[in-house]
């Protein structure tokens, strides 16, 4: 057991920064495999709030990211969701990140390693203050396809000359802090953010490259959605194949299909002008997975004899989170434990909600005023 000066016990923790928009595979087999080629003790992944080579493209909030994080991680004691770039303010810089390790005291018995990509790292020498890099923290190098091990080792070598660069083959490094530039072979995977998001653009299947949660949490808020984003007064664009007078008539319509089959707690968020998937999303709940499905199966049947179809269903197999896509009304029927756990309202909270009134539905503010 490693122990600082003190006698406190010294963890080796990765730090595995980067936008993680979304988090993939690739991630996180990378960090299970330099957590156990390098005796970790943990590997935190760390989106960055504002990430410098991303600034003007623009990514998902950095809230967003950091759930997917966690849901990607969720149960597992080696591998974490680190929100402490949260607490640094601007541009995520990883010298200022290591610094802040460095100096917050509630960390100092962490020995940093930090990890990157290939790709990343032959671009280091543009980053802020790169040479203090392996001064601050152990550098880990992984491997991404297409860059040969030999582009990591030129680069590291006109990079910091002064460092020797150990470039793991089968060995295991223990307890050996003195090895600042190391190079963690990890099994090519050639997934990246950018090619989930553009499956996503092109409605394909993303499946096996996120996890199953990360997944449905994209297809729950819309995440990488081309932008046929909607005006806050109309309707959506006449896409939609449903031939129902109104997106809010349709609302409604489903709404009375939820009470009839005894679903509870509905809330209905008004998402116009600010979700590119719908107009309205409906959430709502039953008191068992069966009550869930049953509830899914009855309103496609009694609302398609109105004219209203259910474009998709997905979900229904395990009756826990059934998302129906009626077009221009997402609906999510929710077994009540899992319901709570996602928190879909505390995630859109700044939706105005409706309510029903007289048998219309109307924006709950609307209401108030008139009172
Ligand atoms: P984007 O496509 O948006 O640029 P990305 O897939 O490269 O995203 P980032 O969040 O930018 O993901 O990467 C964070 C870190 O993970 C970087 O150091 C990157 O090199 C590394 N990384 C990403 N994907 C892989 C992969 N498939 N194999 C190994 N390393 C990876």
């Known amino acids: 057991m490693e122990t600082d000066r003190s006698g406190h016990r010294l963890k080796k923790i990765g730090l595995f ?23 970790l003790h943990q ?45 640094r303010k601007g541009i995520s810089y990883s010298v200022d990140l290591l610094r802040f390790i460095r100096e917050n005291q509630k960390l100092k018995h962490i020995v940093p390693f930090f990890i990157v990509g290939a790709d990343a790292f032959l671009e280091i020498d543009t980053w802020k203050e790169f040479r203090e890099i392996p001064r601050l923290s152990n550098l880990v190098v992984i491997t991404r396809p297409p860059f040969k091990r030999s582009d990591i080792i ?39 953010s950018t090619k989930i998001r553009d499956l996503v653009k092109k409605n394909k ?36 194949d449903n031939p129902a007078a109104s997106s809010i008539e349709m609302a409604r319509e489903i709404y009375n299909a939820i009470l009839d089959n005894k679903g509870e707690e509905i809330v209905v968020l008004d998402m116009r002008g600010t979700s590119p998937l719908a107009d309205f999303f409906i959430i709502a709940q039953g008191r068992s997975t069966r009550h869930v499905q049953g ?62 009134m007289g048998g219309a539905l109307v924006r709950e503010e609307d209401h108030e005023k008139q009172d």
């Open 17 to 39: 920064g980067g936008t993680l928009d979304p988090i993939h595979i690739g991630h996180l087999r990378a960090a299970e495999e330099v957590y156990e080629r390098l005796g």
């Open 43 to 87: 590997v935190w992944f760390l989106p960055a709030p504002m990430p410098p080579h991303k600034l003007s493209a623009g990514c998902t909030s950095f809230e967003k990211r950091l759930k997917m994080v966690e849901l990607a991680t969720e149960g597992l004691s080696h591998l974490k969701a680190s929100n402490l770039e949260q607490f």
């Open 154 to 192: 030129e680069k590291a070598s006109t990079v910091f000359p002064e460092y020797q660069i150990t470039s793991l083959e089968n060995e295991k490094v223990n307890g050996d802090f003195n090895k600042r530039l190391l190079i963690v072979p990890v099994t090519p995977l050639g997934i990246s």
């Open 205 to 240: 299947s993303i499946r096996f490259l996120v996890t199953k949660k990360v997944q449905e949490y994209i297809m729950a808020n819309g995440l990488y959605v081309l932008d046929k984003r909607r005006n806050v007064t109309g309707n959506s664009p006449k896409d939609s």
């Open 295 to 356: 509830m899914a199966n009855r309103m496609r049947r009694d609302l398609s004899k109105k004219k209203i179809k259910c474009k998709s269903v997905e979900g229904e197999e395990e009756g826990k989170w059934i998302l129906m896509d009626f077009d221009d009304v997402v609906v999510h029927l929710f077994y009540e434990p899992v319901r709570s756990f996602y928190d879909l309202e505390g995630l859109w909270i700044e939706a105005p909600r409706m309510i029903m």
